[in-house]
C-alpha cells in the first residue's frame, strides 16, 4: 500500500517525496525539482506554476492537496489556498499598468474592462470597477468600493478594497475579497471563492468548490458536489448543500451546516452542527441539529448523521 501523508499542522509544505508520492506527471516532477530542489511552501509553487504557464499542474496541486489538510486548520489553510490567486491576481495590477495593452482605469470612478481571451483589467482607484470576460482573463480592483468580475474560464476577480465585491464566474474561475463586507462568489466548477474581512462572504455554487469566510460575522456557502464551506470568525456560519460536501465553523457561536448526502460538519467552542441522513434512494430520513457540548457532539471534531439519527464521529 503507498504511504498516505499525515495529515499535519504544516500541511502546505511541498517536498519532493509528497509530489511523487501524488504520482506527479514526468514534466511536473522534472519541474518541481529544477525550481524547488529543497522544496517549497504551496503559495510560491502555486504561483510558480501559474507564473510558468502550467495552470493544469497548478490546479492538480490543489487537488492533490486539499483532502491532506489539517482537519482543525483546515480554514485557514483554505482560505491561503484560495488567496493565492487573490495574491497573484493583485500582482497583474501592476503588470497590466505596466504593459498597457489592456484597459486600465486608476482614477476615482474609473472602470477597466478587457475583453479579449488572457486579457486583464485593473482598476485602482476609488470606486472603480474591473470587469476580464475573456477566457484566462483576470481582473483586479484594488480600490475602496471597487468591483471586480472575471467571467471566462479560469478567470480570477480580486477586490481588496472595503465593500468590494469580487465575481468568478467560469469554470476553475478564483474571487478573493479582502476588505470588511467584501464578497466573493464563484460559480464555475472547481471554483474557490475566498472573502477575509469583516462581514464579507464568500460563496461557491460549482462542484468541488471551496468557500472560505476568516472575518467575524462573515459566511461560507459551498453549494455543489463535494464542495467545502469554512467559517472561523466569530458568529460566521459555514454551509455546504451538495452531496459528499464539508461544513466547518469554527468561530464562537457560529453554526455549521451539511445539507447534502453523506456530508459531514464541524464547529467550534459555542457553536452548533446541523446534519441530514439520506438513504440510498436519496429520500430524507433524518434532520438533526446540535449545540456543542450536547448529545456527544464536541468542539473540533467531524460528524455525520447515521441511519438512526444519531451522531457519529467521523474523520475529515
Not at 491532506?68 to 503588470?95: K, S, T
Not at 470576460?133 to 471597487?146: M, V
Not at 464563484?186 to 472560505?212: I, L, P, Q
Not at 461560507?220 to 458568529?235: D, L
Amino acid at each position: 500500500m503507498p504511504v498516505t501523508t499525515p495529515i499535519t499542522a504544516n500541511n502546505l509544505e511541498i517536498t519532493k517525496e509528497r509530489v511523487k508520492e501524488w504520482s506527479a506527471c514526468t514534466g511536473g516532477y522534472r519541474w518541481f525539482l529544477e525550481q524547488f530542489p529543497q522544496g517549497g511552501q504551496f503559495v510560491p509553487v502555486y504561483r510558480a506554476l501559474r507564473a510558468a504557464g502550467r495552470a493544469d499542474d497548478a490546479n492538480w496541486l490543489v487537488g492533490k492537496i486539499s483532502p491532506e489538510l489539517d482537519p482543525v486548520l483546515r480554514v485557514a489553510q483554505i482560505a491561503q489556498v484560495v488567496g493565492a490567486d487573490r495574491e497573484w491576481v493583485a500582482e497583474q495590477v501592476q503588470e497590466v499598468i505596466k504593459a498597457a495593452d489592456k484597459d486600465v482605469a486608476t482614477g476615482y470612478k474609473g472602470h477597466a474592462a478587457a475583453t479579449g481571451d488572457e486579457g486583464h483589467a485593473a482598476a485602482t482607484g476609488y470606486k472603480g470597477h474591473a470587469a476580464a470576460t475573456g477566457n484566462y482573463g483576470h481582473a483586479a480592483a484594488t480600490g475602496y468600493k471597487g468591483h471586480a468580475a472575471a467571467t471566462g474560464d479560469e478567470g480570477h476577480a480580486a477586490a481588496t478594497g472595503n465593500y468590494g465585491h469580487a465575481a468568478a464566474t467560469g469554470y476553475k474561475g478564483h474571487a478573493a475579497a479582502t476588505g470588511d463586507e467584501g464578497h466573493a462568489a464563484a460559480t464555475g466548477n472547481y471554483g474557490h471563492a475566498a472573502a477575509t474581512g469583516y462581514k464579507g462572504h464568500a460563496a461557491a455554487t460549482g462542484d468541488e468548490g471551496h468557500a472560505a469566510a476568516t472575518g467575524d460575522e462573515g459566511h461560507a456557502a459551498a453549494t455543489g458536489y463535494r464542495g467545502h464551506a469554512a467559517a472561523t470568525g466569530y458568529r460566521g456560519h459555514a454551509a455546504a448543500t451538495g452531496n459528499y460536501g464539508h461544513a466547518a465553523a469554527t468561530g464562537e457561536h457560529a453554526i455549521a451546516a451539511a445539507l447534502g448526502m453523506a456530508s459531514k460538519a464541524m464547529a467550534g467552542e459555542k457553536g452548533a452542527i446541523v446534519l441530514v441522513h439520506f438513504n440510498d434512494d436519496g429520500e430524507l430520513i433524518h434532520i438533526r441539529a446540535s449545540k456543542v457540548g450536547e448529545n456527544g457532539v464536541a468542539a473540533g471534531k467531524w460528524y455525520l448523521l447515521d441511519a438512526d439519527g444519531q451522531f457519529v464521529e467521523c474523520e475529515e
